[in-house]
């Protein structure tokens, strides 16, 4: 058996052993993916976390993600392979910084992307997920003026998608970032037969959504693909989802816009760390419970309008 098999299949031993379930984002390495119980977007894994009757939860994403799996579910043990998997777009908003900007603007209802720390979510009025986010921001009165944080591209496309009266926190994803207007239309050139999908953190979204046949979050990207008639098509995300994709659809042909959208932080989750974290029950995430309790009010706002 190749080492990456026994691995694994040590994995799975100590997992049954240790009643856990090991959840991957979408953006998790293949090998990763091969043992999870569960492939999703963070707020997917997140409700997947509060539904387990397993007592732990191993949590392969960034930070955030285990982080709102632990808001969620403060009664289990939530633990993420790598301390150093977190977010660049998380942390380019404070809760300082937060405060700050909501004093300039009195009054206005403040809705955070679920790429958001969990200090920052507790300040925040509404959460939202790229693929409920339109919607949140329909559900806010015309009336109000809104803070949107952190990621800029996904901001701009509401404001553009809305017409609403949305100020934008400069923040990005550096993984997303890659993602430049010369690679969407090389990328076109090189696969004229392809349907282009692209996810709103893109970098280049404002110029290249005309291209776009599709703006998708990464499980509305993984359905579209399984659906769709066509069979070849482009991809603008993080480069781990065409691993998903091929496992839920084998028969398409996927394009990476570039190889460079690398989430070097999400693939710090290696089959070395899983295990070593199922021994040690190494590191756990939790929340303050002050904190968690701020922070599911605007998930839970969320929850209700989706
Ligand atoms: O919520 C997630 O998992 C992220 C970060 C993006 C998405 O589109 O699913």
Known sequence: MDKTKELQEYILELKKKRNAIILAHNYQRGEVQDIADVIGDSLLLA???????????????VHFMAETAAIFSPEKIVLIP?????????????????CKWKSEHPGAIVVCYVNSSAEVKAESDYCCTSSNAHKVINAIPEDREILFIPDQYLGQYLKNLT????????????????????????????HPEAEFVMHPECGCLTHCM????????????????KESPNKSFIIGTEVGILDRIKRVAPEKEVHPVTEEAYCEFMKLNTLEKIAWSLEDLEYRVTVPEDIAKKARVPIQRMLEIV
């Open 82 to 98: 790598d301390k150093e998997a977190g977010c660049s777009l998380a942390s380019m908003i404070s809760v300082d910084s937060l």
């Open 47 to 61: 409700q997947k976390a509060a539904k387990t009757d397993c007592e732990i939860i191993v949590f392969c994403g």
């Open 210 to 225: 005309k291209f776009a046949d599709k703006i998708l979050s990464t499980e509305g990207i993984v359905k579209y693909v």
């Open 163 to 190: 017409g609403r009266n949305i100020h934008i926190w400069p923040g990005y994803c550096h993984a997303h970032h890659k993602i430049t207007t010369e690679s969407v239309v090389r990328k076109i050139n090189e």
